[in-house]
């Protein structure tokens, strides 16, 4: 085994006759943001669902510390340490943003003290609410209904409860989607902060924002790998040329 933090080996899942992910072997170290790219319905999603416990895998293996949680359901890959966002279903609308990120926060403290300790004198969980408002810069937010807030700003709190959860990888599939020039350069800028004591997988369609912060990228077309690289390795890969990027990686990345 490597020392990778997290890593698979020959992953695969079907869907009926569908092979969504097939024999997937990627890895991601700590201090790094590896970023999978690569066209819709490429398997992307799909493998953050098997990294995540949320999906089993038809064959082959997830390994986290060295340690083979292929059939850990989701629950116990998160207390594990390792999060991903579940969009925005998981925040409760008439909460506030703090309340919201206060509950994160709780949730991972729940221990035994909890029945010894009221909520109201939990300093820890008082202190990692705001921390995490903090860094992902809604403490100005942080009264408002979460209901009441835009779209953007639900998607930075829906960081912010990952954060909450003190992950030491993080999954995040999209993170930019729907977000505004200004929300999305903070939400990037966040996202590179976080990379050097965390292990970070990044999906992404801003090939932009991809290549400004992925020390690793992997492109994946139709379940496969077809090219696991650094970004320079990446931009002048003909076979990721011909396969994806095309001229829209000459535009984007400014070649
Ligand atoms: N639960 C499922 N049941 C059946 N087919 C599925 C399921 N989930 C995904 N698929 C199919 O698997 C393939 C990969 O889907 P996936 O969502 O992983 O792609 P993606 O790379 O995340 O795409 P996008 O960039 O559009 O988000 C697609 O053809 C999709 O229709
Ligand atoms: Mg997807």
Redesign the pocket.
């Known amino acids: 085994m490597n020392a990778s933090i997290l890593s698979t080996k020959d992953l695969s899942i079907n869907f009926g006759g569908l092979r969504a992910v097939h024999n997937l072997s990627v890895s991601v170290d700590m201090g790094e943001v590896h970023a999978i790219i690569g066209p819709n319905g490429a398997g ?2 799909t493998m953050i669902n098997l990294l995540s416990g949320d999906l089993l895998p038809s064959s082959g293996q997830v390994f986290h510390r060295g340690q083979d949680i292929t059939s850990l359901p989701a629950h116990r890959v998160a207390k594990r340490g390792i999060g991903r966002s579940y969009q925005i279903t998981n925040i409760f609308p008439e909460f506030t943003c703090r309340e919201n990120c206060w509950l994160a926060a709780r949730s991972r403290r729940e221990t035994a003290m909890r029945f010894f300790l009221p909520s109201g004198r939990d300093r820890g969980t008082a202190a990692l609410t705001e921390k995490t408002l903090e860094m992902t810069g809604l403490s100005a937010q942080a009264d408002v209904p979460a209901q009441a807030m835009s779209y953007g700003e639900q998607r930075q709190l829906e960081i912010a409860m990952l954060l909450a959860l003190e992950p030491e990888v993080l999954l995040l ?2 993170p930019l989607a729907g977000l505004g020039p200004n929300e999305s350069v903070a939400v990037i800028d966040l996202i590179r902060r976080l990379a050097p004591d965390h292990a970070i997988v990044l ?1 992404e369609h801003d090939m932009d924002a991809v290549f400004s912060i992925a020390d690793r990228l992997t492109v994946m077309v139709n379940g496969e790998m077809l090219e696991s690289g650094e970004p320079a390795q990446i931009r002048a890969s003909d076979k990721v040329r011909q396969a994806y990027l095309g001229d829209e990686l000459e535009l984007e990345v400014g070649q």
């Open positions: 992307k999603t599939d999209e999906i």
